[in-house]
């Protein structure tokens, strides 16, 4: 399994192979959005939450950004690194292969989940460990990695703090930098004293629910002997890993086991390590807020008697192949996973990580989870619809991802109701025409002209309608149809 | 000079204040307006809602309908940006019609009330009009003009995002008209009525919450 790249199964759009099976849920909506998000949206604790803690990084992303005089050209400049690896991936992943197995790492290849978790569960097995320490890795959550190492015995310890408290919750992460966003500290102690071994903290102050988390994750790093990892960026020239991170468990993982396994979607090349400059500068102000990160970690193949002695790399493709196909929607790939899309969403604000069903939530999970699985699995169909197109993610991302056009696109390619098609294929019939325009208009305003009279005092506008705008006046008053249209006035004033 | 309106479907058929008031404004002002009759809708509802061959005909029915015009006008940020993207007619939001062509702010309004405006997001990131309907607010007689809490907030109209996701479409709104209320603004002015039916469906609610106007009603007055 090692050089060469093997060939790739292709994901085609669409097409519902990640539909059936457990592995298919890490990013497959197992319920329409606006169910989930209806539930989500009683939980007043949540959106307390969440609005502060969206609010904070927020607030720290615009200004930290706002001291970047070039950060507009920084975004071309990252967006297009990004666009050569998407139109140069397969010649890329061979240079990065050849590369790193030269430097002394193995390199796998994975057409699906399901492949690079057998990859992953074969090595560990091999080295008959009982558990592994991780840093926190998107790739890894994707395709449900946690899940069949414990399903086969094997204990995943997250290590990042964050990981760790969903981990002990039993829960599943909300957002792809802060998983544990939906939580506050009173519920983190709670949370500790009752699921932590060894747990001892007299209160909710984060330096000690900080400390008791280190105590407990010091033994973990020590004694284990596999670590598992994803990369933030992979250089295809040096065929070295780059991983980003705040805590410093990062490192403890990279750096004391002595087997290493590395979990890296394909997009995560870039061609030459003097394109990190751009990336490490785009990174931390767009997730953090912070101007710099604390922790970078740079490795290549392995290094006799310092460090991993065996370090395994498993190229993930997972659908990637697929988008990568797709005009629009290839740009996606540009993701770096920095969230800022997530913070300023206000969609995600209110209903939090977990309405989307998928690992990849918010602005860039309603793309990403139906563009990786096609939109036949689940109910990934109903994510595209999971936004206003208010535009607000676009502004923010550091790779410029034009995600209301593809949110667009996938509308306009995927599957809807046929009640809706027949409404809106009506609608453009008749707005294809001015004397059916204007028919409509009148017919419109003949209709409404009782109510109207009803709802004289209020300024002429419904506060209760049948469904399905019921859905409307669910939240809001109802508009009526003018008394005299536009062009109507027009003739009557102007010929 | 001649300017063509193009009024939008839901501007001719619920709201014609805003299209009588552009007329009225940009007349007053020495133009002359022109409406070619055979417009209807731009195709950005069915574009946005996923429905794109019916959104490429309305789209093309614009483009021959207003085909030849000097400059466009429209009451509507989103229909404009939408026409933007995907037609090569040159049309304007009225407030680029008036800043950046005509190179006028004043207008020669009078609206004595204290209003608080709301920048509808296509306006604010597609068309990045940024304060230029601001600057035409603050130049009217008598306006006070407060700031909105959160401005740049989208309101959670959306389209049929509304519909499809009423709830969080509701819960935004409720937001949206608390910063309203709070302003103590007699009317909440922006450059869209599409925006402006689900606020002020919102607002309706609220007793004593600001009402909603189109600016053009108040650039016009």
Redesign the interface.
Known sequence: MTGSAQPRRVVALGMPRHATGPLAAPITAPEP??DA??RK?KDTQL?ANLGHATRTIRDKRAAVVAEVDDWEALRDRAAAVKDDVIARLPELLARFASAATAAGATVHHAADAQQANDIVLGLVQAEQADRVVKVKSMTTQEIGLNEVLEAAGIAAIETDLAELIVQLAHDKPSHILVPAIHYNRSQIRDLFALRMPGFAADSDDPAQLAGAARRYLREQFLSAQVGVCGANFAVAETGSLVIVESEGNGRMCLTLPRTLIAVVGIEKLVPHMADLGDFLRLLPRSSTGERMNPYTSIFTGVTPGDGPQQLHIVLLDNGRGAVAADPVGKQALRCIRCSACLNVC??YE??GGHAYGSVYPGPIGAILSPQLTGQQAGHNRSL?????????C??VCPVKINIPEIL?HL??T?P?PLA??QL??A??WV????RR?KAA?RA?RAGSAPLRLMTRR??H?L?RAPW?LS??T?????????Q????D??RRT?E | MRIALF?T?L???????A??AT?TLLERLGHQVH?P?????CGQ????????V?AR??EQ?TSSVFGGADAIVSPSGSCVAHLRAHTALPVYELSELLVDVLGVTEVGARFAHRVTYHPT??G???LRLGDKPLRLLRAVEGLELVELPDA???C??????????????????DDKCANAAETGAEYLAAADNSCL??I???L??RPGAP?PIHYAEILAS
């Open positions: 959005f606006a998000a209806a949206l959106r206000p969609v209110r209903v595209p619809y999971a936004s206003t197109l208010c535009g607000a676009y502004d667009v509308r306009q995927g809807k809706e098609r809106m294929s609608l453009s707005m294809r025409d001015r325009w208009l419109a209020r300024g506008t506060r399905p859905a409307w669910a939240h809001r008053d109802a508009p009526l149809p003018a005299e249209s536009f062009r006035w027009w102007h | 009024i479907c501007n001719d058929a619920m709201f014609p204040k299209g009588i007329v409406f009759q055979e417009q209807t809708c509802m069915h574009a946005n809602s996923g429905y794109a019916a005909q309305l029915l997001c296509h604010l990131r597609l740049d907030q989208c959670g109209f959306g389209g049929t995002f509304a519909l499809k996701n009423s709830g969080v479409s509701g819960a935004m709104l039916a689900h002020g469906g919102g309706a609610r009402k």
